[in-house]
């Protein structure tokens, strides 16, 4: 008699999980999203969340009967069922350390980031860690009152925001910024603000505040910084001689300082002048058309002996006669364009200095004075560059996203990453 192996589907189980809302104060980051401009994460209806074991199940066809095949032996062999594998062991996230989970944090952009910030509280704390806050690129963005406040508490090292429109900070503390490294070029920005944001700033290296409206206290608070290095205040205005005086006489660490077509008067420049730190290597003192004299200069040059690269540009008053005090300085390169009473044959004169590397001469050469002049000085780069780089944080092109040759690797921008 023959006896027929029928093969028994295994049945399985549907086990549907699920998930729980959160119940904390999520208050924190959603201002933070706010005012960054970020539209905040919003949760899915709980019909559609499934556990993975649903997906699954959900895409896999219903296991068909095997077939029993009937050999010439007169034998009826049906195939086992095939045994389900053991599931793997599930790593849970709760089980990762903080090192990890601040590692994989690190990849985010800025906006997935403060999204993840949502998700709980472990991970709230963990997005809010000064390691991934290290460094911040703003440009050219729209930041909402406290926007700009919350960022800089979470301890940002490195700002670029340039040309950006910067609401009112509402710092929740008096205690000091971490700021060391802060562009915030041509923003939109209010005095008030910008003085909330520089008065708690003690540590600043570099500083670049080009074409902004000051006052006296935020000049007065930039003295606050005595390691500053480089300041960008080129086009800058609202303050007076006597805060000028404090902030160079406080600044002694500064080696490359940018005080170009500043709101200038005469006493400004007589300021400057008589408190320039005497350890500049880089000075861009151009655009003040009437108000530098050849003594100014002869004082200036004075004070700074170990200058390398001037700038004075743009000064009408400016003759040959100051050409003498150059040479007392191991000068690399100098801008003396639109200096119109400089006329290209006493230029021959400039050939003495033997450091001289690059000369601009722009509006007060012809064509063939220029060429002239290059043939006389064939060791010299003459007018290959329009612009001055002194204390500036971005030259060069405009891909180049680094400010004072750092990096910002945080940026609402996804080209950056």
């Known amino acids: 008699m023959r006896k027929h192996l029928q093969e028994i589907p295994a049945s399985v189980m549907n086990t549907t999980t699920k998930l729980s809302s959160w119940s904390w104060d999520a ?32 895409m896999t ?25 053991l599931s793997q062991p599930v790593i849970s996230w709760d089980s990762l350390p903080d090192e990890l989970l ?31 806050w290290h460094s911040v690129d703003l440009t050219g963005k729209h930041l909402a009152n406290g926007g700009i406040g919350n960022v800089l508490s979470l301890g940002v090292v490195v700002l670029r925001c340039p040309r950006s429109c910067l609401g009112e900070p509402l710092f929740k503390h008096v ?37 902004l409206q000051l006052s006296d206290t935020i000049v007065c608070a930039i003295a606050q910084n005595p390691d500053l290095k480089r300041l960008n205040l080129c086009g800058c205005s609202g303050f007076t001689p006597e805060s000028l005086t404090q902030m160079l006489k406080s600044c002694t660490s500064l080696e ?20 320039f730190p005497t350890g500049l290597t880089q000075l861009n003192f151009s655009g003040y ?3 530098l004299e050849i003594a100014d200069v002869e004082m200036l040059l004075q004070r700074c002996p170990d200058l390398i690269n001037l700038d ?32 290209p044959a006493t230029l021959l004169d400039l050939g003495k200095l033997l450091h001289l590397k690059t000369l601009s001469v722009f509006g007060i050469v012809t064509d063939n004075a220029l060429q002239v002049l290059k043939e006389s000085f064939p060791h010299i780069k003459i007018n290959g560059s329009l612009f001055s780089t002194i204390a500036r944080p971005t030259t060069g092109s405009k891909k180049n996203r680094d400010i004072w040759g750092i990096k910002c690797k945080l940026s609402l921008n996804r080209t950056d990453l």
């Open 27 to 58: 208050k924190k980051s959603s201002d933070l999203l706010c005012g960054m401009g970020v539209t905040p994460m919003e949760r899915d209806p709980p019909d559609t969340e499934n556990t993975p074991l649903d997906q699954i199940l959900q």
């Open 61 to 85: 066809p219903p296991q068909k009967r095997q077939k029993q095949k009937e050999k010439n032996d007169g034998f009826f062999i049906a195939r086992r069922a095939r045994t389900s594998r």
């Open 102 to 132: 601040l590692g994989i944090f690190s990849y985010l952009h800025l906006t997935d980031l403060l999204r993840a910030s949502r998700v709980c509280k472990r991970w709230n704390r963990l997005s809010c860690d000064e390691s991934l």
């Open 175 to 211: 205690r000091p910024l971490r700021l060391q490294h802060a562009d915030l070029s041509n923003c939109t920005v209010s005095t008030d603000a910008l003085e909330s944001i520089i008065s708690r700033c003690h540590n600043l290296h570099n500083l670049s505040l080009e074409g």
């Open 256 to 275: 490359e300082l940018n005080l170009s077509w500043c709101d200038f008067t005469a006493d400004h420049v007589k300021s400057a002048v008589d408190n």
């Open 289 to 291: 058309r009437q108000n």
């Open 312 to 343: 004075l540009s743009d000064s009408v008053l400016l003759t040959a006669d100051c050409f003498p005090a150059f040479h007392q300085l191991r000068l690399q390169h100098l801008g003396l364009s639109r200096c119109y009473q400089i006329t």
